[in-house]
């Protein structure tokens, strides 16, 4: 189920049966050569879409824009500042405990949010800790989950690529761009044919680091046909995590 195609009669409805949403959480920047600028939101909404139209699960609008200073050195990338984005995750969780959500399990396509949505989620909690007097408890259960590190991803993505995956524009998430727009599939020289890996710091730093925006990665061999099993093993990955969630 879509949040976004319901009706507020049809989400009073849901409620009744279920407290769980699925949020996708991405981020809008560049991935090399290859790789689309929406790759990072694309991803986890193809595969919370997919459990969610098999499992009868809600899931809300995708936050398409996440922090990613660090790729502002490429045209297209947009960012928000962490403060911003742990802003607009506490605003979200507010508004859906407030509709008497209360599992709220964010799907994420982008590393750069990781440290800063759990810190957004430290906050929500503090707010209890600090404020709810003794006894008060949070109503909701957050959780933070990565498409592309679930088993069955993690098991296949090996297969596929082994150590070629790399870390930014990976040929995984490549793969599954391309098979959810068959007709945004790009061609382009890549040298050298896997990218350096490493650290950075700022947007200057990253890119005199990593050139055309890849970190250790190798997508010469990206399709549609690898991205619809690494679709099918998000998918599985993804409600068997949820599942589990909506227990705690
Ligand atoms: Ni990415």
Not at 24 to 37: D, Y
Not at 61 to 71: D, F, R
Not at 220 to 239: M, N, Q, T
Request: charged letters at 20%; glycine letters at 12%.
């Amino acid at each position: 189920m879509k949040l976004k195609l319901c009706t507020w009669q049809e989400v009073d409805t849901y409620l009744q049966e279920s407290d769980g949403i699925i949020i996708p959480i991405g981020s809008h920047e560049q991935h090399g050569p290859t790789g689309l600028i929406g790759t990072d939101a694309i991803c986890p909404e193809v595969v919370a879409h997919g459990a969610g139209s098999r499992e009868g699960i809600m899931v809300g609008p995708t936050l398409g824009i996440g922090m990613a200073q660090h790729h502002l050195g490429f045209a297209g990338s947009i960012t928000l500042r962490p403060r911003t984005l742990a802003a607009v995750i506490h605003d979200v969780v507010q508004s859906l405990d407030r509709h008497g959500f209360r599992h709220i399990y964010f799907l994420n396509g982008h590393g750069g949010n990781i440290t800063t949505v759990n810190s957004a989620f430290q906050e929500l909690y503090a707010d209890f800790s600090l404020h709810g007097g003794y006894g008060a408890e949070a109503g909701f259960h957050l959780k933070l989950g990565n498409w592309f590190t679930g088993k069955r991803v993690t098991r296949l993505s090996d297969e596929l690529y082994g150590d070629r995956n790399g870390s930014h524009g990976t040929a995984a998430e490549i793969s599954l761009t391309y098979y959810a727009y068959p007709e945004a599939v790009k061609n382009a020289e890549l040298e050298p044919r896997k990218a350096p890996d490493g650290s950075f710091r700022d947007a200057a730093d990253f890119r005199r680091r990593f050139p055309d925006g890849r970190m250790g990665s190798d997508p010469s061999d990206c399709c549609p046909e690898h991205g619809e099993r690494l679709f099918e093993a998000a998918v599985a990955d993804l409600i068997e995590d949820y599942q589990q969630f909506l227990k705690s």
